[in-house]
């Protein structure tokens, strides 16, 4: 009998999990050891509760407009694990005979995906575990960067372009615009890529890396419209002040949950009552990581490399490990795939270094350009101005 | 000597205003009649200050762009016009020769056009005045839509579908968009438009031509929250309660204005609060308006053609008109355009209609589905799911 295979998504959706489900797909049917390919419907909690999808006969018709939807096509969750969940998964796991387990997500996907691994080896269950890596927010470690990452990066660079254009067009004011990303600005960083003369892209960019004032915010801001109609700033949905307090208050509590109010609108109102100019606030939210329209070439191709490298891992037997991207020395933009240890990736965030960020605070460098441009790919088209 | 024509923007951008831009530059271009093609920079406000553009010798590439440039590349304002404005704007215009005045805009703008006509007519001057509409809100009355629209609705409906694919992605829970509009609801009822089918489009869609009540919308959401594992609501910004007033209490005033919070957030944390359920407000904003990724190709068209019209109409010598698209009976989308009259259109605002709002009040009806579906164009691409 031959062995199967799962595939887990865990953590929010990318605008390019689902290219990794396609690459696994497409490695695991291809692959004569694998019997059936399983998926886990709506993540660890589906295979707790034994809720199994079937994808080894799915079309190549339909597998190819996996690249293209958002979300993921075989669900998701974030359902907090206990000791025995993970006994429990491998009862499961032995009763369909799936040998090969395959968790795609952020950091705490890959926690779950190094737990599992160790209860299998703690077991002796001849189980391989290996991890894909995803998030929009880019803050796994060890890999360069993380498949999703480069899409969102495209969505808000793009963004920004297009609405620091619009604001150019108005009298005197300031839009703020809410980037994804609570503890790690990549995303906010990756807004300055709008435009490479600087014209059309975020006046002022904010990162939680860096403490938050909301004096110095007004003064950047004052500095900025001395020389210009309309200002645009980028801010990280998670930016604290240096006693690490989140800048905008909660609002309410529920449980043991806290909510808090935009950052986006927090900031517009505090720049009209404190400095009496026009501002707004806008969020796009979800609707970054969801985007098809503004997906990154690169993200896509990478998202697929990474799905079949770790198919490709996993049936050969290796365990505990995540798939990384690493770039290779020489001219251009070229990336190799190597299977890392999955203790080195687990529960580690990766902030933006120091030399991504520029000497004001309030602004990337071009080091950080240079870095983040091949993994994004064209920005808007050419466009024009008579004033 | 030849008259000379300006080119006024009024009002906030949308996507295809520089399209219409293009239309009166290409058609005033080839017009032997016309000396120079003026514009105001930003606005009235503009005019007021001799601030003109030349854009008589523009070159075809750039011309060719201003189709893809969000914003406004001449400048727009909302100035505040008292009645001296409108006589001091005809010394201007006689000083440049200018014999021929387009004015680009919304019902403010409209209101402007008349006013000028009729400062014109008054004083007996030889200046004839025509309005260009735009309005991504719609609500431009006469005209069977607005250029700016059928884009602005494009970016809803597609950002909605993609959105709808993450929702359906993870558990239980509510994400609440926020669309512009805030007296009209077309861009709001134009999100219904993301999936034929149904099920990856608004489950709740609240216009503010309906009454809002927060009970009812609670129920609605409960009800829907049966038999769907997350639902995504699309809400008009400028939603009020039976009273009129606004449903987001005023966070504070500023001399005359008076600041509200945003709806997607207020809903969001309703929901949270009273119904327990994971909730999210999203708020593209201004994005929206400024998105060429997500235009619609109709839209432009239109945009073009009305830009055109409207130079041909001035050029002939007729006044105190507005160009409107009108349908053509018969199969098919086919428009017509018309010169109706300024004062028919100054300063009211086109709600949507009964027969567009469904029974329940929370969407729209396949006649509206039908109306707006031409000027959008395709949404989204083909999408899958295993679930």
Redesign the interface.
Known sequence: MADNLIVI?GG??TAVINSSLYGVIVYAKAERKIGKIY?A??GT?GLLKEEL?E?TD?SDE?LE??K???????????DPLEKEDYEKMIVILEKYNIKYVLFNGGNGTMDTCGKLYETCKRLNKDISVVGIPKTMDNDLAITDHSPGFGSAARYIA??VR??C???????IHV?V?EASGRNAGWITAASALADKTGRYAPDLIYLPEIPFSEEKFLEDVKEKLKTKSGIVVVASEGLSDKEGKPIVKP??K?GRAT?F??I??HLA?LV??EL?YKA????????G??????QSEVDVEEAVLVGKEAAKAVISGESGKMIALSRNNGDGYNISTTAVDIKEVMMFEKKVPENFINEAKNGVTEEFIKWCEPLVGSI????????
Chains 1, 2 share one sequence.
Do not use: C, W
């Open positions: 998504h929010g959706p998926a419907k709506n909690g999808l994808l799915v339909k407009l996996l293209q939807t958002p979300g993921t096509a075989i669900g998701t969750s974030r793009t963004s297009e609405l254009y619009d604001v150019e067009s108005l009298p839009v615009v609002i309410f529920v909510y109010g935009d986006s609108s109102n009209i009552k009496g707004r606030g806008e969020k796009p939210g979800l609707l990581r969801a985007s098809i329209t503004l808007g088209n050419e466009m024009v101005s008579f004033k």
